[in-house]
Structures are given as C-alpha cells and as structure tokens.
C-alpha cells in the first residue's frame, strides 16, 4: 500500500535547522509530487511548498521562502524538508503529503519539531 | 491571496446530518478537496475533487461545489466521526487550507 513515513522528533535551539525526511513506499516514487504541510499546536493547517519528485523543481510558500528547502533523493525515495533560522514560533508537527492531483493523499504520520533554548 | 473561509465549530445530533461549508471567491470554478483529522492523528481525505470519495470512505460522506461554497455533507453522523475538517483548493500552483471546523457528535 502507498505509504509515506516520516524522521522522528526533533528539538532544537532558536538560530538552527532542522532538516525531516519522508519516505516513500507503495508506488513509483518519481510519479507523484510531494508536499510539505505543518501545524502549530492547537492551530490549522499551514502548506509550506512542494517538490516534483520526478526532476526536483520546488515551489515555496512566500511565508518561509528563503528559509525553507525541499530536496529529493530518488535512489532512497526519499524527499526531504530542511528549515533554516529556527524560531520558537516553528514549533510544530511537520507533514508530508502525496499529489495525486491538487490534493494530498496519503500523509505522512507527522514529525514533531520542538523549538526552544 | 486566496482565502477560504470555514465555521469554527458545527455540532450535530447523532444520526442527523452535518454540512460544512467554506467559503471563497468562485471557490465553485476550482476543485475542492476535504479532510478529516481526529486528535493525535494526521488528517485524512474523505473528499477530493468537490464530490469524489477515496476507497474506504463511508458513503455518509458527500461534497458540493458551487458559487462561493463549497459544502462536505456528514449524514446519519456517528461518534467516531468527531473531528476537525479541513477544506483545501489549489490556486495559482499553491494549496490553500481553510481555517478548519470541529465538529462535534451531540
């Protein structure tokens, strides 16, 4: 079955990176497009960007533009999400997700990242 | 931006029926996708393309796109349907979320 599992948790300091991996199994990894989607304790759903998992172009939200990076190792199919400038407001769960078509489908079972000093 | 705009929360009896809407600017000319995240767990699809259910979704589940509104029908709702949803479009090659609606089983 098409399945996407996730880094485990991390805690860092305000000023560092943190850099989660999905990883894909189930399917032809190259297919399918991958999202990142995260969610502050108690808040909504935020999307971050996407990468084409065929030929790596990203597409970022402008919010972490310039902070955010998303990668892909097709030999591991693996993606990866790597934040920049860690801030205690980026303390949250941290989601994958498969494109199937504009919409995400499975997720992955989420990656909580906690920072604070 | 594009905004999409949900009730904060929704109750309904057990076994009635439930609508959740959300609202954007011609939201009926894009594909509105819905998803059900209970607590302590990552969300599902329960709709995707305003009215197409994904395997192993009840048929309880519905949806509807039209105008400004898109709507997720919860019919003959059970406990184990509690949780929040979340509606989602794609616009100008991002993902919008809606603000999420809890909804809660009387």
């Known amino acids: 079955q098409v399945q996407l599992v996730q880094s485990g948790a991390e805690v860092k300091r305000p000023g560092a990176s943190v850099k989660v991996s999905c990883k894909a199994s189930g399917y032809t990894f190259t297919t399918y497009a991958i999202h990142w989607v995260r969610q502050a304790p108690g808040q909504g759903l935020e999307w971050m960007g996407w990468v084409n998992a065929g030929n790596g172009d990203t597409t970022y939200s402008q919010k972490f533009q310039g902070r955010v990076t998303m990668t892909r190792d097709t030999s591991a199919s693996t993606v990866y999400m790597e934040l920049s400038s860690l801030r205690s407001e980026d303390t949250a769960l941290y989601y994958c997700?498969?494109?199937?078509?504009?919409?995400?489908?499975?997720w992955g079972q989420g990656t909580l990242v906690t920072v604070s000093s | 931006s594009y905004e999409l705009t949900q009730p904060l929360s929704v109750s309904v009896a057990l076994g009635q029926t439930a609508r959740i809407t959300c609202e954007g600017k011609?939201?009926?000319?894009?594909?509105a996708h819905w998803y059900q995240q209970k607590p302590g767990q990552a969300p599902v699809l329960v709709i995707y393309?305003?009215?197409n259910r994904p395997s192993g979704i009840p048929e309880r589940f519905s949806g509807s796109n039209s105008g400004n509104t898109a709507t997720l029908t919860l019919s003959r709702a059970q406990a184990g349907d509690e949780a929040d949803y979340y509606c989602q479009v794609w616009d100008s090659s991002t993902f919008v979320f809606g603000s999420g609606t809890k909804v809660t089983v009387l």
């Open positions: 393309r305003d009215n």
């Open positions: 997700g498969r494109d199937p078509d504009e919409y995400l489908d499975p």
């Open positions: 011609n939201i009926g000319s894009k594909n």
